[in-house]
């Protein structure tokens, strides 16, 4: 008996069905596409985040900027791909959650009167995003939640591919992070907020809108990231670790074949091939 050599994996491959984006100059994907392919030119505006009307008017209520940014651009995302988000399983990914609730937490322990509300506990913990969504869409698939500091979108996407693949099944995606008030914005100088959800599949359908395939069977290499070549697209690139995703949607706008890189961890970045459907 000899041994055989056991098959060659296939490159993990899926495609886009959906996107959602709200970000310091762009409202929603077709704002944001209109730049990113060079149709209109990009200025930076601070980020309106929409009012989460998809949830009950008591965590409505409660909804600061993370769960406004997530909900609206999943949304978009699931919208566009015509499918119902209570179906759907779901990678959440931020690098430090809900800046703003941070503050006022530091805020009120750090004062004579320490006593911290209900909702601002509840709303610090790094899974609310993935809770609200659940209870705004009724949504009861597995939701997983991940942080790797400003390597966060290519974690969530690479963990949200997976699960496309590995599931047979479409997954939602969704990247956001939020600015800190002073003084932590002096140590964590994230300057706005902004959000990005992906629909995979992993297989082509009608609504396909690209395919992505990691490079090199794992899609991990040691070449540098790939930047924007506009200043303000590039500055958000660079300072907000949602925005980590702009070259790959530069390519999805553009609907054009690209290699890209985009940042994950020290050393280690995440190569990608995207290419029309």
């Known amino acids: 008996m000899t041994a055989s050599n056991p098959p060659a994996a296939s490159p993990l491959t899926v495609f886009v069905e959906g996107i959602g984006l709200i970000g310091p100059g762009f409202s929603n994907w077709e704002e944001g596409r209109q730049h990113l392919a060079g149709l209109t030119p990009y200025v930076s505006q601070k980020t309106l985040l929409p009012s989460p009307m998809s949830l009950p008017p008591a965590e409505r209520r409660r909804a600061g900027a993370v769960i406004k940014v997530s909900l609206a651009v999943g949304h978009e995302a699931v919208d566009a791909a015509g499918l119902s988000a209570a179906e759907l399983p779901s990678v959440f990914s ?87 008030p002073e003084p932590l914005r002096s140590k964590r100088p994230v300057p706005d907020t902004m959000g990005v959800a992906l629909v995979i599949r992993p297989g082509a359908s009608a609504r396909s809108l690209a395919r992505i395939t990691l490079q090199g069977g794992n899609g991990l290499t040691t070449a540098a990231a790939t930047v924007m070549s506009d200043a303000g697209l590039e500055f958000l690139r660079q300072t907000i670790p949602a925005a980590r995703a702009l070259p790959l949607l530069q390519a999805l706008a553009q609907q054009q074949a690209a290699a890209l890189v985009l940042d994950y961890l020290d050393g280690t970045q995440l190569a990608l091939e995207v290419a029309p459907p």
């Open 94 to 180: 931020s690098s430090s959650g809900d800046g703003i609730n941070c503050h006022e937490i530091c805020s009120a322990l750090a004062s004579s009167d320490r006593l911290i509300s209900p909702t601002r506990f509840h709303n610090s913990v790094h899974n609310a995003a993935s809770g609200y969504w659940s209870i705004s869409t009724g949504a009861m698939p597995p939701s997983s939640v991940l942080c790797a500091y400003d390597g966060s979108f290519a974690a969530g996407l690479l963990e949200a591919m997976t699960q496309a693949v590995i599931d047979d099944t479409p997954v939602l995606l969704v990247a956001y992070d939020t600015d800190y």
